[in-house]
């Protein structure tokens, strides 16, 4: 039955403010998280929470983009908006991650990099390609994890691993539906016309090659019984991990080239 929802009343999922947000995945997946601030250069962007946590007893670095759930804490997290210092302090965590041969795992929750003028001045562009520049030649092991609304270079900026997962109910694109149709009809209230066209849901980029795993959601949905959500999370991010692990650093890399090719 879910397979034939369209591809809007997925993205309406996607978008809903009772979906567990990053936060809520970090608590119930990993042991001990101790977040870490700032990027050294400019200040700390709220729309990331990234820290190191343990993973089954492993020691792991975790970036992820947060919203909130009410509208003071949007207020806060920028609706999960990152504005360069939180790429930059991404990036920082990920050589961290390197420097101490820690998996990274990144989980992927915005409707776009902001788009303000401090954030073009304080060189937003920029940001987004050093992080997808700086992730495809990382040497450690990278799963990113498609939670809720994956749109454009502020989802693609985290998403450049060896494996990605994806939520059912999670949309994955360049451009948000609204985006897409403002720049091909000059008219955004075409979203929901336009959505499918995208390609963007679950089942889409499974087909296309383009995600690696495709986690089934609650009938009852995903707040609902979100632990059994988490713990099929778990038990593929262990497995994921592990299996990357068998790899030399060499061969890791020249496989995350040519999925990247291969798109």
């Known amino acids: 039955m879910k397979k034939q929802m369209t591809a809007w009343q997925r993205v309406t999922m ?3 403010a009772k979906r567990p947000k990053a936060l809520d995945y970090i608590k119930n997946i990993f042991d001990d998280f101790i977040e870490l601030h700032g990027d050294r250069c400019y200040g700390d962007d709220k729309s990331f929470v ?3 946590a343990y993973l089954e007893k492993m020691p792991v670095t975790i970036i992820a983009e947060q919203k909130g759930k009410t509208t003071k804490e949007n207020m806060q997290r920028n609706f999960g908006m990152p504005n360069p210092e939180g790429y930059r302090k991404a990036v920082r965590l990920m050589k961290q991650a390197e420097k101490f041969n820690r998996p990274v795992i990144t989980f992927i929750d915005t409707p776009g990099a902001y788009p303000g003028m401090g954030a ?9 390609a050093r992080s997808m520049f700086e992730m495809s ?3 450690v092991p990278i799963i990113a994890v ?22 059912e109910n999670a949309i994955y694109s360049i451009l948000s539906p609204e985006g897409f149709a403002s720049i091909l009809y000059k008219d955004s209230s075409k979203c929901q016309e336009v959505a499918d066209k995208m390609k963007l849901t679950s089942y889409d980029l499974q087909n296309f090659g383009i995600i690696d795993e495709l986690i089934k959601e609650p009938k009852v949905g995903i707040e609902n019984d979100f632990e059994s959500v988490t713990a099929k999370i778990k038990t593929i991010l262990v497995k994921q991990i592990q299996d990357i ?5 060499s061969e890791m890399l020249e ?8 798109m």
């Open 14 to 16: 996607a978008r809903d």
């Open 50 to 52: 990234c820290g190191i």
């Open 120 to 128: 073009e001045e304080r060189g937003q562009g920029e940001a987004i």
């Open 137 to 139: 030649k990382l040497k």
């Open 146 to 167: 498609v939670i809720g609304e994956g749109s454009s270079g502020g989802a693609l900026a985290i998403c450049v691993a060896d494996k990605i997962l994806m939520l």
């Open 245 to 249: 692990q068998k790899l030399t650093t």
């Open 255 to 262: 496989k995350r080239y040519e999925k990247y090719r291969n």
